[in-house]
């Protein structure tokens, strides 16, 4: 059995689905792989490396491979290449481009989007949301920290005192206790919201003050956010309006899946931060936080820099492609039989939850309505 693991077409993706050591892990069950020329190269990972692993360099040619694995979506012309049948993991963006969806499951091949991932015990190991938003909450405030004109922590000098920034994480998933923690690390004075009221105990075990309106937990039964009534909007926004005030940066990290990213800054509470504060808008790729916000921009509004960087776990790939590629080895480890054949229980919670095309229909419950 095949395994191949093509160059990202994705403008500006950097990172890779495997790496020397899932590559390993892929030969000892008896697979073979094969990883195109420079795919590691912005993983800082070269051929020379995924060869002395066992895998075999080429150039193109992943007609015959029986499974494909990629960080996003592969283009055009290499899913016409996918064999019938042939399996391609990746994250495929299902709550995106639909017609690019539908196009890639008419070629037959069998689709696993990673980002549909359940959030059950068993599937924390292969779960690229988590593994790839910590790194992104990290960077976010690194990101901040640079761009911000003042130092982070309280510094005492003969010549006066420094104050301590006050950083303000909108969103408490991986991400957001991860810019808390970060921040923390950096001196900062943190606080943090969310709609999840549940997210207060793991905001204070990290130091941080927990800033939460009276309204309605919005939590759902699979630990993600909601979104709030428009009752409960306005006093949250109140709430946060008041509090934004005195930050000198904020770090927005709010999703809700198969939605666009809400609003959670606007250009009113923008206009009332001080010169030099910074924002920095993890939700931009999908349409933002920060209505201000912009794609691999940043926005000065009024002395507020805006920072919408796509794809911040991308910004380190070094340590994102490993991450990624034993996600996605975890993931593949129970479909392959000790005689390195395929075996896919199509009754398993992690093969039902994630599997979105097969035989050239899209079968996930998202897209035919069944429950």
């Not at 069950?29 to 020329?37: D, M, N, P, Q, Y």
């Amino acid at each position: 059995m095949k395994i191949a693991i093509p160059t990202e077409s994705f403008p500006g993706e950097s990172r890779v689905a495997a790496s020397p050591d899932t590559v390993k892990a892929y030969v000892k069950k008896g697979l073979e792989v094969t990883v195109e020329a420079g795919a590691g190269a912005g993983s800082s990972i070269s051929d020379d490396a995924f060869a002395a692993a066992g895998a075999k360099i080429v150039k193109n040619g992943f007609g015959d491979a029986d499974i494909v694995l990629m960080v996003r979506r592969p283009s055009d012309w290499l899913a016409k290449s996918l064999k019938k049948g042939a399996i391609l993991a990746a994250g495929l963006d299902p709550h995106g481009d639909r017609a690019g969806l539908e196009a890639l499951a008419k070629t037959g091949a069998t689709l696993f989007a990673m980002e549909l991932m359940p959030r059950i015990s068993r599937a924390q190991s292969m779960d690229i949301l988590s593994s790839q938003a910590n790194l992104a909450g990290y960077k976010a405030a690194i990101d901040a920290a640079a761009a911000f004109t003042r130092a982070f922590p309280m510094m005492m000098t003969a010549a006066g005192t420094v104050p301590p920034a006050k950083v303000f994480i909108m969103g408490v998933g991986v991400a957001g206790l991860q810019a808390i923690a970060t921040a923390r690390r950096l001196g900062a004075i943190v606080s943090a919201t969310d709609v999840r009221k549940a997210t207060e105990e793991q905001v204070k075990s990290l130091g941080a003050k927990f800033v939460f309106a009276d309204v309605a937990d919005a939590a759902t039964s699979g630990g993600y956010a909601k979104e709030l009534s428009a009752e409960d909007k306005a006093k949250q926004a109140a709430l946060v309006a008041e509090h934004v005030k005195g930050q000198d940066i904020v770090i927005t990290t709010a999703l809700i899946p198969g939605r666009p990213a809400p609003t959670l800054i606007s250009r009113e509470m923008v206009e009332t931060m001080k010169a030099g504060s910074v924002i920095v808008d993890l939700a931009v790729e999908r349409g933002g936080n920060c209505p201000l916000s912009k794609p691999d921009e940043t926005v000065v509004h009024r002395g507020v820099s805006i920072i919408g960087t796509v794809n911040l776990a991308g910004r380190l790939a070094g340590n994102a492609s490993p991450l990624f590629a034993r996600n996605l080895a975890n993931f593949l480890d129970p479909m392959i039989a000790k005689d390195g054949t395929l075996k896919i229980d199509y009754d398993d919670e992690i093969i039902k939850g994630t599997l979105v095309a097969r035989d050239g229909a899209l079968v996930h419950p998202m897209f035919t309505g069944a429950k």
